[in-house]
């Protein structure tokens, strides 16, 4: 489910370098092992890495994080519901839920879908991308946009990428599957969009980085491409809270780092509809704080959209 070989993000300019030795520090302090690389050293780390000092993007070090790496989605996905459905949750498959129903209080009354209406006492919204959509039917008006970032999967090769590489710069990142695939991902595009194919121009400036980094891959052929659905927030922070709605909450607004996030979110979440009221981890992250004006400036723990 989890492999451990390490995550490498790439400095190819002088703000990467001071940007993210300042994050190496940070991370440090709070007990994250984290350390910088000379070029020398990232070429050693990652071979296939590209180091000549006349390329299009240059590499001018690198931060590396040994206890990071990779998980697969589905498996992990696929784990969290056996232990749920252990515990005695009922998980029902293909039935989306098409709507919020509010009594004549105000509050929420359960969920409708496509296979009938489901009473409940509480209700909490988890639904990435669509988040804006469902609470629609609340009556309640999200501060997201939603946008399709995109990913693509190279024909497979016998094992030459040793961890994730990771670029601000190009908005890309590259690692190899279990199966030899290379899984490279990028940047959102740059409109609003539920679509799940994503834009060409966007995949052409990926893939032409990624050859720029590493021209080892410059004849590798691309086997699939897909675009998923994020929500992103204006001060690019989570969203995890209670509602104006009684009996109702929400998690969102986690952008292109939710995977990632799920298990402090999940944590925060469930103490929060079980005591009807935030942990002190997630109090600040209301849903008021776009109208008070108590935005949280926490880029660096999101990645680039």
């Known amino acids: 489910m989890f492999s451990k070989r390490g995550v490498m993000m790439l400095a190819h300019n002088m703000h990467d370098v001071q940007s993210f030795q300042r994050h190496i520090h940070s991370n440090r302090l709070n007990g994250v092992d984290n ?10 780390f990652c071979p296939p890495l590209n180091v000549l000092p006349d390329a299009r993007y240059p590499v001018m070090g690198a931060a590396l994080q040994m206890r990071a790496g990779t998980a697969r989605h589905d498996a992990v996905a696929w784990g969290c519901a056996l232990a749920a459905a252990k515990r005695g949750v009922d ?13 004549a209080d105000g509050s929420v009354e359960g969920v409708g879908t496509v296979k009938g209406f489901i009473r409940a006492k509480k209700v909490a919204v988890s639904a990435a991308g669509h988040t804006s959509v469902i609470m629609q039917t609340a009556d309640v008006k999200m501060p997201l946009e939603s946008y399709p970032p995109q990913a693509l999967v190279s024909e497979p090769i016998k094992p030459i990428f040793p961890c994730v590489v990771m670029s601000n710069t190009v908005h890309a990142y590259i690692s190899q599957s279990d199966k030899g695939e290379l899984v490279i991902g990028s940047g959102t595009d740059q409109y609003v969009s539920y679509s799940q194919r994503g834009g060409l121009p966007l995949t052409e400036h990926t893939v032409a980085a990624i050859c720029e980094v590493f021209p080892i891959f410059n004849r590798m052929r691309m ?16 969203i995890l809270g209670k509602t104006p709605v ?15 996030a799920t298990p402090g979110a999940a ?11 935030p942990h002190k981890l997630n109090a600040p992250f209301t849903l008021e704080r776009f109208t008070t004006g108590r935005l949280i400036d926490e880029a660096a723990a999101a990645v680039a959209h």
């Open 35 to 44: 350390r910088w690389l000379s070029t020398a050293e990232a070429k050693a």
């Open 91 to 103: 998980i029902i498959q293909n039935c989306p839920v098409i709507s919020i129903r509010r009594g």
């Open 223 to 238: 086997l699939r491409k897909w675009g998923g659905i994020v929500d992103v927030t204006p001060d690019r922070s989570a």
């Open 246 to 260: 009684k009996r109702l909450y929400v998690n969102c607004g986690w952008g292109t780092g939710g995977f990632k």
């Open 267 to 277: 944590h925060l979440l469930a103490w929060t509809v079980a005591k009807d009221e």
